[in-house]
């Protein structure tokens, strides 16, 4: 596709269940990251792929939360055992990396809704 | 802790007036963006300066950027009704990893 795609759009789950969101990223970016947004705040960094390495996991807010990714394409996030304070929109973006690394414009999805009833 | 710090934090206008939004950051940055986010979404890339560059224009958006006192300012000339919706500023930084830190956001209303 064009652009970077989310799926769901919105989810509803009970409390205690287990989600697992996905994002599709612009073809050929290498670098992928997951971010979360509570109603009324700005963005906090959740976790960062780059083609081939280590993940940058600093931003996971406990051990509920897990994120996967499978060379340069289709990367999951998945959190267990939910709970209310999960509920944000959950923001996938994902970048060209280029050689200087003063260029790194990201493409933001349209995010995942994620309420927790 | 968060990278980027808007000022201010909403900030309403009239159609045709200019909206000027502040970012302060702390460590040393690579380069600067701002986005721009509709209803809670996805967030649009608007423009990026790199830490040795000062200023740069695209279309109505003027961006500054003092790195001596870490901060930056969107202006945004003429503005339109169009134009309601939050602006972040996101700094990257390899001091602060590889990924791209955001700020809070600066809600901008402008009225007709």
């Known amino acids: 596709g064009a652009g970077v795609s989310q799926s769901p759009s919105n989810k509803v789950t009970e409390k205690g269940k287990d989600v697992e969101l996905r994002c599709d990223p612009i073809s050929g970016h290498t670098a992928l990251y997951w971010y979360r947004q509570r109603l009324g705040q700005g963005l906090e960094f959740l976790i960062y792929?780059?083609?081939?390495?280590?993940?940058?996991k600093s931003g996971l807010p406990s051990d509920r939360f897990s994120a996967e990714r499978t060379g340069e394409s289709v990367s999951t996030l998945t959190i267990q055992r939910t709970q209310q304070e999960d509920s944000a929109v959950y923001l996938c973006?994902?970048?060209?990396?280029?050689?200087?690394?003063?260029?790194?414009?990201?493409?933001f999805g349209q995010g995942t809704r994620l309420t927790v009833v | 802790s968060q990278q980027g710090e808007e000022d201010p934090q909403a900030l309403s206008i009239q159609e045709g007036e200019n909206a000027t939004m502040n970012c302060s950051y702390k460590?040393?940055?690579?380069?600067l963006q701002w986005y721009r986010q509709n209803s809670g979404r996805g967030l649009v890339h608007l423009i990026l300066?790199?830490?040795?560059?000062r200023e740069k224009h695209s279309g109505r958006l003027r961006v500054t950027l003092d790195t001596s006192k870490k901060s930056s300012s969107l202006l945004i000339t003429a503005s339109r009704a169009a134009d309601t919706a939050s602006y972040f500023c996101?700094?990257?930084?390899?001091?602060?990893?590889?990924?791209?830190?955001f700020g809070k956001g600066t809600t901008l209303s402008v009225s007709s």
């Open positions: 996101a700094t990257g930084s390899n001091q602060a990893g590889t990924a791209l830190i």
């Open positions: 460590t040393s940055i690579n380069n």
């Open positions: 792929f780059q083609g081939n390495s280590a993940p940058d």
């Open positions: 300066i790199r830490s040795n560059e």
């Open positions: 973006a994902s970048s060209l990396v280029r050689l200087t690394r003063g260029d790194t414009e990201a493409f």
